[in-house]
């Protein structure tokens, strides 16, 4: 098959993590003999074409230099409530829309509904296509009716409409929206053969948001120490709460045992998870959670705070395997004894590695990457829906 594969992020270079897991995905069809071609956002005036792991991507401008930064920074839906990044949308939108209609392939793969989505229903019928959802754009659905409306008219026009999990497809099912099939997105499961050796309290790696409820990450940690249960604490990544989350963890008194690592480039993720005794995910409404998946492929025991997620895919079976923890938010203390009881637990690293070669197996690109060729078989051969035009 010729797929137009259609996303806001994509990586840009070698270590960037816009959109890696896509990345992934599209060299794993490309090994199964497909076509693929990306069309992506220019950055802030960087556009043209390139050639990535045997994938053509071409980044399409839309907006001045200095107003194409919709893409890669994790805040397209914020910018656009702005007056200057809602117009930039737009011209974001009409460019994909252009560049779909040139395009001379079998089946378009529409990754989120907005603005990828949009833009393939905008583009016309002559092209099939299908629309991936994973997470971020499914929250406007509550959160905003219009949005709720348009995204059923993108998904009465699409060939089918998937979700990364099982909770995803649930609140697009909510806001009317029929999801065929639960796929997961592939993670790098080669990089993460290798076994933590432990040592060094707990991990998290994510971006550093309101979402991701790190505060309540440092006052388990805090709350640990007080019980006479000390733990080092380690944070990978970056974003707008990091200043925050310092200031929070010297008022806890942490501050000494807390490390900010920043953003570190993905091929040395799994080096810096080696050294992790058990890993912490108190995100709130993650579409996903990959992250705590690559932890159980290290027999990493992980502790979840969740009140819902597509986290729960992973994080269920890894509870009833004893290589991890659920816990509802607010009690600071419970997250305090799961953390140091799993670190302290080496058969709880045991069970984490046998729940992590399932995932291996699940996650794996080559396996994601069948799932979603059957599914775009299937919508480049299937007729158009009837009465339902662009």
């Known amino acids: ?69 919709l893409a890669y920074r994790g805040t397209l839906v914020a910018a656009a409530r ?9 011209g974001l939108i009409r460019a994909l829309r252009r560049a779909i209609r040139a395009a001379d392939v079998d089946v378009v793969h529409a990754h989120w509904w907005i603005p990828a989505g949009i833009a393939a229903w905008a583009a016309g019928s002559r092209l099939p296509f299908v629309t991936t959802m994973h997470g971020t754009d499914v929250a406007l659905l509550d959160a905003v009716r219009p949005a709720r409306l348009l995204a059923r008219r993108v998904a009465r026009r699409a060939r089918a409409t998937t979700a990364v999990s099982a909770y995803l497809a649930d609140r697009a099912g909510s806001a ?71 200031r929070h963890a010297a008022a806890q008194g942490i501050a000494a045992s807390t490390r900010f690592l920043g953003m570190i480039p993905p091929e040395r993720i799994p080096e810096v998870l080696a050294r992790a005794d058990v890993f912490a995910f108190p995100a709130r409404g993650e579409g996903y959670g990959l992250a705590v998946a690559e932890a159980l492929m290290m027999g990493i025991p992980v502790v979840v705070l969740s009140d819902g997620g597509g986290v729960l895919d992973i994080a269920r079976p890894a509870e009833r395997a004893g290589a991890g923890r659920i816990l509802a938010p607010g009690d600071a203390a419970a997250f305090a004894r799961a953390l140091a009881e799993l670190a302290s637990d080496p058969e709880a690293r045991v069970r984490a590695q046998h729940a992590g070669e399932a995932l291996r197996t699940t996650l794996a690109p080559e396996a994601t990457a069948e799932r979603f060729e059957q599914v775009l078989d299937r919508a480049r051969d299937a007729q158009p829906r009837a009465g339902v035009h662009a």
């Open 1 to 69: 098959m010729r797929i137009l594969s259609v996303t806001h992020a994509y990586p840009r270079w070698d270590g960037d993590i816009a959109g890696g897991f896509i990345e992934l995905l599209n060299q794993a069809l490309v090994a199964r003999g497909h076509e693929i071609t990306v069309i992506a956002p220019a950055d802030e005036g960087k556009g043209g074409e390139d050639v990535r792991g045997g994938v053509r991507v071409r980044r399409v401008r839309y907006a001045s230099a200095a107003r194409e930064t």
């Open 82 to 90: 702005t007056p200057g990044g809602f117009l930039a949308a737009i």
């Open 176 to 246: 009317g929206i029929t999801v065929s099939d639960v796929i997961p997105m592939p993670a790098s499961v080669r990089e993460f053969a290798r076994r933590s050796a432990g040592g060094e309290g707990v991990f998290f790696v994510g971006r550093l948001t309101t979402q991701k409820r790190l505060d309540l990450l440092l006052d388990a940690v805090a709350h640990a120490g007080t019980d006479g249960h000390a733990l080092p604490l380690t944070i990978v990544g970056d974003g707008p709460e990091r200043a925050a989350l310092e």
